[in-house]
C-alpha cells in the first residue's frame, strides 16, 4: 500500500534529522579523536581517593580520574596525564607542563587548594575546637583574596604561553558538607559551613580567574550536591584510611561529579 503524502513526508524529515544527528556525533567524534590533551592538576585530577592508582607512585594517578576517563570515552589523538597529588601552583609550573606545547589542543586542570592550604584546613577542623577551626579558614580565605590570585595568573600565563591556541578548562572543588545532613558525630554545623564558605570563595576566584585569562571554568558544585559528605549517597570520603584519601572524591566522584563537569565544558 502507498505511504501517504504526509506519511511520506514524515518519513522523510525523520530520516533527514537521524542522518543530522548521526552527522553531528560523528563530527563531534572526529573533532575530539583529533585533540592534544594534556591533563594538569592537583589530587582532584589526578584521582586520588578513587583507587587504581597504577605504577604511579606518590602521584596518585587514578585509572578512573576523570581525565582518563574522558581520554577513554573520547580517544585524542594523544593524551598526557602529569596531574599529581599534593601538587600547588608552583609545582604545576615546575614540573608538569612539559608535554605542553603549540599543538597542544585541549588543557584540563585543578590547583590552588594545597596553596591555601586546604589539608592544614581540615586538619585543625578534625582535631582542634571550633574556633580554631573556623580562624584557620579564615586565614585560609584571606590567602585566597591576596596571594592565591597571582599564583594562579603565573600558571595560567605558562600555559599559554607554551599552547597560546589551546582551549583550558579549570575545574573547580566541591563544597564537602550537605549541611543538616546526616553525620551525628564530627564537627559542628558551623565548622562544616565555614568550610563550605571556604570552597565557595576559592571556586569564585577560579572562575574569575578562568574568564580573564579566557578560559572556561567547569563548576562540580552542582552534580556533588546531593552528593557531599553527610548526604545518604556521598561520593566524597571523610575521615578516611589512607589518611590522604581523605576529603576527595570516590570513584563515583569522578564519574559522576568531575568527568560531566569537564565533559561539558569542552
Not at 63 to 90: D, E, I, K
Not at 114 to 122: H, I
Not at 158 to 171: F, L, R
Request: charged share 10%.
Amino acid at each position: 500500500m502507498k505511504l501517504s503524502r504526509f506519511a511520506a513526508l514524515s518519513s522523510s524529515l525523520l530520516l533527514g534529522a537521524v542522518l543530522t544527528l548521526t552527522g553531528a556525533s560523528q563530527a563531534q567524534a572526529n573533532e575530539a579523536a583529533a585533540l592534544d590533551y594534556v591533563a594538569l592538576g592537583d589530587s582532584y585530577s589526578s584521582g586520588l581517593g578513587a583507587g587504581s592508582y597504577g605504577n604511579s607512585g606518590a602521584c596518585k594517578r587514578s585509572s578512573v580520574a576523570y581525565p582518563q576517563l574522558w581520554a577513554n570515552a573520547n580517544s585524542p589523538s594523544s593524551f598526557a596525564f602529569t596531574a599529581c597529588s599534593g601538587a600547588r601552583t608552583g609545582d604545576v609550573t615546575g614540573s608538569q607542563l612539559g608535554p605542553v606545547n603549540s599543538g597542544t589542543d585541549l588543557v584540563s586542570i585543578t590547583v590552588g587548594g594545597n596553596d591555601a592550604g586546604f589539608a592544614d584546613v581540615m586538619t585543625t577542623c578534625v582535631l582542634q575546637s571550633e574556633a580554631s577551626c573556623v580562624a584557620r579558614v579564615n586565614q585560609a580565605r584571606a590567602y585566597v583574596d591576596t596571594t592565591l590570585p597571582g599564583q594562579l595568573d603565573s600558571v595560567y600565563n605558562a600555559i599559554s604561553a607554551k599552547a597560546p591556541s589551546a582551549q583550558v578548562v579549570v575545574i573547580g572543588y566541591p563544597r564537602f558538607y550537605q549541611l543538616n545532613g546526616t553525620c551525628v558525630v564530627g564537627m559542628t554545623e558551623t565548622e562544616r559551613a565555614a568550610i563550605n564558605g571556604a570552597a565557595n570563595h576559592i571556586n569564585a576566584l577560579l572562575a574569575k580567574r578562568a574568564a580573564d585569562h579566557g578560559y572556561r571554568y567547569a563548576d562540580v558544585t552542582g552534580p556533588f550536591t546531593g552528593h557531599e559528605i553527610c548526604s545518604p549517597s556521598s561520593w566524597l570520603h571523610s575521615v578516611s584510611w589512607p589518611i590522604g584519601e581523605s576529603y576527595h572524591p570516590t570513584a563515583q566522584g569522578q564519574s559522576g561529579g568531575y568527568l560531566p563537569a569537564f565533559s561539558s565544558a569542552v
